[in-house]
Structures are given as C-alpha cells and as structure tokens.
C-alpha cells in the first residue's frame, strides 16, 4: 500500500518536472511546490479514503 502513495508522489513530480518546453522545472519555486502539494493532495484523496490515507501514513 505504501508503494501506492509513492507512486503518486513519483508521477506528479515527473509529469511536473519539464515545464513544456524542454526545460527543466524549478522544484525551489514557492509556487510550483504549491501546485504541486495540491495536485498530490487531490490524486490522493481520489484514490483512498481518508481511513485508508491514515492506513498508508501511519503504516498500520
């Protein structure tokens, strides 16, 4: 089950890592780790419940 939220965590950051163009996005810049916190925290919350979110953090 952990692997499942890595997995997550994993596919946001690479499909947010090359801003369209080619060039690589900067993972320091205040306003992509916003979109990117979100667009986890949305993916998450779409796939688990947040019984099961407590589950995959806690590791229970």
């Given amino acids: ?6 997995n997550i965590i994993k ?5 947010y ?12 810049s205040f306003m992509l780790q916003d979109i990117l916190s979100e ?5 998450i919350k ?3 419940h947040i019984f099961r979110i ?3 953090l806690t590791d229970d």
């Fill in 39 to 43: 667009e986890i925290e949305k993916r």
């Fill in 17 to 28: 890592s090359d801003d369209g163009e080619g060039n690589q996005a900067n993972l320091s």
């Fill in 46 to 48: 779409r796939k688990f």
């Fill in 54 to 56: 407590n589950r995959l």
């Fill in 11 to 15: 596919d946001t950051l690479s499909e």
């Fill in 1 to 6: 089950m952990k692997n499942e939220l890595k």
